[in-house]
């Protein structure tokens, strides 16, 4: 598998707009879990995680919570967020505006977690999920609504920035920017 990389900033560290966004996906994908469900869960990302460490809670709109796990860098050069959504509202919540704008990754993975970002301050970048030769993000998948009282796992892949960068923003779109520690 060929993956493709894409990191954009400018000395303003801007995106260009979001039409410039640029994701990737895995043919991992989300099935949401009861919120009472315990002990460690088997990622998409192939690591478990342990749901108790929580890094960062991240509000969304209509009573979305992101809970970041772990934010770690790989061996390969990459940076994997991984964490629990869990819908503390009253109503089912569509993950389609999650994906972002970019064309192709709306039409390639509509229901994912692939307009995320993670902004390097210090060094002025920003850099967006990893993909695939087909566009696929390299991130969860295949997200259903999710039902009121429901969880479900997400990760996220990312380029990593320089080994001298240990804090970065994560960005998903209807939800509140965190700054999260890198580890690894």
Do not use: H
Not at 57 to 67: A, D, H, T, Y
Not at 163 to 180: H, I, K, M, W
């Amino acid at each position: 598998m060929t993956l493709s990389v894409i990191a954009c900033g400018g000395e303003d560290g801007g995106d260009g707009g979001a039409e410039n966004k640029a994701t990737s996906s895995s043919s991992a994908t989300a099935k949401p879990t009861d919120d009472s469900a315990g002990g460690k869960e088997d990622t998409a990302a192939g690591d478990n995680v342990d749901p108790n460490v929580k890094l960062a809670e991240i509000k969304g709109e209509k009573g979305m919570l992101l809970v970041i796990n772990e934010v770690k860098r790989d061996a390969g050069g990459f940076v994997t967020v991984q964490g629990t959504m869990t819908n503390e509202g009253d109503e089912p919540v569509n993950p389609a505006s999650w994906a972002g704008t970019e064309s192709i990754i709306v039409r390639k993975n509509l229901n994912s977690v692939g307009g995320a970002t993670l902004v390097d301050k210090a060094g002025k970048k920003r850099y967006y999920i990893l993909r695939d030769t087909d566009g696929r993000c390299l991130c969860t998948t295949g997200i259903t609504g999710v039902q009121p009282g429901k969880s479900l796992p997400v990760f996220m892949q990312f380029p990593a920035p320089p080994n001298t960068t240990t804090e970065v923003d994560l960005s998903l779109p209807t939800f509140a920017t965190a700054s999260l520690k890198i580890s690894g």
